[in-house]
């Protein structure tokens, strides 16, 4: 692979300087990052093949096992209406539409989570740090946020489509 390609990869996924920097200054050293999570009374824990049986082999992949779907794969990209969108995993409600933008990287995008909804931690699956974010509810991966979004929280959550179950608002 070029450098040019690597470059364009990166840039696709979000990191750049303000991507790095976003996620903290902590070492590779640390690899077992600590998590942070809201305290829940609702939490979702099933057996590996329980959620197998739950989950499409995709949502399983990225839910379960941290995958990435492809760019501009979702359907959800395309989303306008208004409503909410809820972990595929567990149904916790994680973003409103009014929260939702178009970042131009190809995966469903939002600047603000609802509250208590999200937990995170650091990544290091391409050796630089990013900060993933995961369900509160069921520990489902959804993606990762990075330092260059739009107003109000400055903030892009990168969110896998798949990984999302969109609920229209009633009229």
Same mark, same amino acid.
């Given at each position: 692979m070029t450098r040019r390609h690597?470059?364009? *990869?990166? %840039?696709?996924? /979000? *990191?750049?300087?303000?991507?790095? /920097?976003?996620?903290g200054s902590t070492s590779l050293a640390a690899s077992a990052a600590p998590t942070?999570?809201?305290? %829940?009374?609702d939490r979702v824990q099933l057996?590996?093949?329980?959620? %197998?049986? %739950?989950l499409s082999a995709a949502q399983f992949n990225v839910l379960r096992e941290e995958g990435t779907e492809r760019p501009h794969s979702s359907p959800l990209n395309a989303e306008k209406r208004t409503g909410t969108y809820q972990c595929a995993g567990c149904a916790l409600?994680?973003?409103?539409?009014?929260?939702?933008?178009?970042? /131009?990287t190809g995966w469903p995008s939002f600047h603000t989570p609802l509250p208590q909804a999200l937990g995170t931690r650091t990544d290091y699956k391409l050796l630089l740090p990013r900060t993933e974010y995961h369900c509160a509810r069921c520990g489902g991966h959804q993606g990762h946020v990075f330092s260059d979004g739009p107003r109000p929280s400055g903030q892009r959550y990168c969110n896998n489509g798949v990984a999302l179950r969109f609920v229209l608002e009633a009229s």
């Open positions: 690597w470059m364009k *990869l990166l %840039r696709t996924w /979000g *990191l750049g300087a303000s991507a790095a /920097g976003a996620a942070t999570t809201p305290a %829940r009374s057996t590996e093949a329980e959620w %197998r049986q %739950r409600p994680l973003f409103s539409s009014s929260a939702k933008y178009d970042s /131009g």
